[in-house]
């Protein structure tokens, strides 16, 4: 292999070790969450009214 193609296999395999890393992260972050449970009835917070009401 020229050296080309060995940066390039070399980058691929980073970035499928950094693909399962982001997953398992990803999948612990589902689980953890999956432990809040919301009130239905409750009212939601938007991104827009936060940003409102945090402005003087």
């Known amino acids: 292999m020229d050296l080309?193609?060995?940066?390039?296999?070399?980058l691929v395999e980073e970035a499928a070790?950094?693909?399962?890393?982001?997953q398992s992260q990803a999948d612990e972050l589902a689980r953890l969450v999956s432990?809040?449970?919301?009130d239905?009835?409750?009212?939601?917070a938007t991104?827009?009214?936060?940003g409102a009401r945090l402005m003087p």
């Open 40 to 44: 239905a009835e409750a009212p939601r």
């Open 4 to 10: 080309v193609t060995q940066q390039n296999a070399a």
């Open 47 to 50: 991104a827009a009214g936060a």
């Open 35 to 38: 432990t809040f449970r919301l």
């Open 17 to 22: 070790a950094a693909a399962e890393s982001m």
